[in-house]
């Protein structure tokens, strides 16, 4: 059964930072492409980042590019999102996501 688990968000400022993780198993993590979705209050899904199997590619959406950065360590099946520069419009739930499995996700909240 496929898993995901994700962790690190909170509340932070306006300009903060915040890591997120996503624990993966019941797949083989390594080589499998993975994406971030969001959905923020009253809205719905938005595509935030794809990062191919080795981690070699990655692609963000227009709205978090040089802001928010991808990355995986598949010695640990464990998929990151680090987000600097945060702003009150990235407030919302964070998946992990795995064809069309997603996690329980993980509040993110940006406001002073």
């Known amino acids: 059964e496929v898993q995901l688990v994700e962790s690190g968000g909170g509340l932070v400022q306006p300009g903060g930072s915040l890591r997120l993780s996503c624990a993966a198993s019941?797949?083989?993590?390594?080589?499998?492409?993975m994406n971030w979705v969001r959905q923020a209050p009253g809205k719905g899904l938005e595509w935030v980042s794809w990062?191919?199997?080795?981690?070699?590619?990655?692609t963000y959406a227009d709205s978090v590019k040089g802001r928010f950065t991808i990355s995986r360590d598949n010695a640990k099946n464990t998929l990151y999102l680090q987000m600097y520069s945060l702003k009150p419009e990235d407030t919302a739930v964070y998946y992990c996501?795995?064809?069309?499995?997603r996690g329980q996700g993980t509040q993110v909240t940006v406001s002073s």
């Open positions: 990062i191919s199997a080795d981690g070699g590619s990655t």
């Open positions: 019941g797949f083989i993590f390594r080589s499998s492409s």
């Open positions: 996501k795995f064809a069309s499995v």
